[in-house]
Nanobody, 122 residues
Framework: QVQLVESGGGLVQAGGSLRLSCAAS????????MGWFRQAPGKDREFVAG??????HYTNSVKGRFTISRDNAKNTVYLQMNSLKPEDTAVYYC?????????????????WGQGTQVTVSS
């Protein structure tokens, strides 16, 4: 089983940028779907972005602001977040699955890493 470690979170003002990283313990070639989720206080965990091969998928609220990418040589997936808003404040988690559809079916009962906190001040 692939183990994932998220990093790169922090405190940023609205309009600022952050880049999150997710390092995988095992080999994750481009055929493996990788994705980012987030959970804000008092809210359910939600899908943010996913990538498999050259295909990417984003939730509507981050389209045009966030970009997911991966470096297979480093077994790392990134989430570049620009034009951040206070409503982007959440703990961000990464996940892996065989497909984007599989990522979208992830549940809270699935194993998750510790996540990385992103706080956007107004």
């Amino acid at each position: 089983q692939v183990q994932l470690v998220e990093s790169g979170g922090g405190l940023v003002q609205a309009g600022g940028s952050l880049r999150l990283s997710c390092a995988a313990s095992g080999r994750t070639d481009s055929s493996v779907a990788m994705g980012w989720f987030r959970q804000a206080p008092g809210k359910d965990r939600e899908f943010v972005a996913g990538i498999r091969g050259s295909f990417t998928h984003y939730t509507n609220s981050v389209k045009g602001r966030f970009t997911i990418s991966r470096d297979n040589a480093k077994n790392t997936v990134y989430l570049q977040m620009n034009s951040l808003k206070p409503e982007d404040t959440a703990v961000y988690y990464c996940a892996a699955d065989y497909s984007i559809a599989g990522l979208l079916k992830k549940e809270d009962s699935d194993p998750w890493g510790q996540g990385t906190q992103v706080t956007v001040s107004s």
